[in-house]
């Protein structure tokens, strides 16, 4: 019986079970895939329909054809809160990683996936800061903009942790985010804390490390901009021992 070759790129390889949540243009999942010469490993989704991806992304439709002749699973109209009623994602599989790439809960209706540009060099930062606290919000309002983004993280953390495998067989939800303020003020140890999930190890993500990889805003009007990825990490969690 012929053994299959064992194809790593940075924290993935073929012989794992791989779910990627909320996909732009599929690029991610697609460096993935020709790093591992085939995709048949791979559920990649996104929150939009399959209209909706190939009139905001230019590359959308190109990447999946390519993602499903390599065997890809690719599923449409997935959200985070409600992912583990979606038949298409295996019902009762588990998976070895589940991966959220930069999530956003946005500013248009809650779009999961719409990303704003939030790096500055230092003075800009500053008077951003000083805006934001004097003249825009309210103490309110900046934990209501906070408290948005942390239910969606909590909402992904906990479908995720339905669908991933236990600590014991060492399955991994990864969650790629921004380390910089605002978006350190998220809390994402705590959030996983919360969802009974320990992080076990942040490591500094790198775009060139996944080669092919264009990160997409997924905002209306701006779905298929890049923005600036900046200091960010890898975060990855475990399901508690004694849950």
Known sequence: MEVQETKKIKH?????KILLVGEGDFSFSLSLARAFGSATNLTATTLDSQAELERNYKNGKANV???ERLGCNVVYGVNVHSMTTKPDLGGSTTYDRVVFNFPHAGFDNGREHEIKTIMYDRVTLLIVRFLICFFFCSRKYIL???RRHQELVRGFMKSARMLVKDEDKGGEIHVVHKTEYPFSEWKLKTLGEKECLDLVSEIEFCLNHYPGYSNRRGSRGYNDSSFPVGKSSTFIFKKQFFY
């Open 12 to 16: 993935y390889n073929n012989k794992q």
């Open 65 to 67: 054809e390519e993602l």
């Open 144 to 146: 209501g903009w906070f």
